[in-house]
């Protein structure tokens, strides 16, 4: 189930949304919450049609109270108890949606996170996996570009968002002592794994790499074979 919060994600990038989400399972259910009536929102009529997604039409009843965010969690546990789901995407940047992530993952859901990089620490710490728009975002523009100017891949590359610091360093070889053998060796999807329980917005593109081996064999701290 794809649960989109159109206050906080631009409409630009849903094509890179649904296609990051496609790796992980395919989307059944997919609804966008938003007050439609609000001029802001228009950009998202041809977008939604394209993508065959529901808009739910949630009134802003006062000023200052986001209603979208109780219309959004209000179906999130409908779904959960009578739909056939075996994940939920929510795609936000809002923190008021990290209990609800909470109370799906207790009943046994995958939970993915979407959201900018503003997003606040809790919601991303809660979610199995959290991914940043701006890295869909490179990748959708990169593609983009080579398409029309028929470029190698890495000439267009808009560069990481992220660089490798001794946190990234510290944590992929905490990561490895916990799952080495009696040798120090570590199978390096053990290893992904891992890091990803640990600190779900870890992405090797937020780095500027694809993959986490060619990640780790940049850092020159570890022997690979």
């Not at 990290?98 to 996170?113: N, S």
């Not at 890091?195 to 940049?218: A, V």
Request: proline content about 4%.
């Amino acid at each position: 189930a794809v649960l989109i919060d159109a206050e906080n994600v631009p409409h630009s990038n849903v094509k890179g949304i649904l296609e990051e989400i496609a790796k992980y399972g395919i989307p059944t259910i997919k609804r966008i919450y938003g007050d439609w009536t609000k001029p802001n929102l228009s950009g998202w009529k041809n977008v939604l049609l394209e993508n065959a997604i529901t808009p739910i039409q949630q009134y802003s009843y006062t000023t200052g109270k986001n209603s979208s965010d109780s219309a959004m969690i209000i179906d999130a546990m409908d779904i959960l108890y009578t739909e056939r789901v075996e994940g939920f995407c929510i795609i936000s940047s809002d923190s008021d949606f990290t209990r609800l992530v909470i109370r799906l993952r207790e009943a046994g859901m995958k939970v993915f996170g979407i959201g900018e990089r503003k997003t606040p620490s809790p919601f991303i710490a809660a979610c199995d996996k959290f991914t940043y728009l701006e890295i869909i975002n490179n990748a959708v523009s990169q593609a983009e570009e080579i398409e029309e100017h028929h470029k190698a891949a890495r000439k267009n590359n808009k560069g990481p968002i992220s660089r490798i610091g001794d946190d990234v360093v510290s944590l992929i070889a905490s990561s490895i002592s916990d799952v080495a053998d009696e040798n120090g060796w570590a199978f390096l999807a053990d290893v992904g794994n891992l890091i990803q329980q640990k600190q779900p917005d870890f992405d090797s593109r937020n780095f500027g790499f694809t993959k986490l081996t060619p990640l780790i064999k940049t850092i020159k701290n570890f022997e690979i074979d």
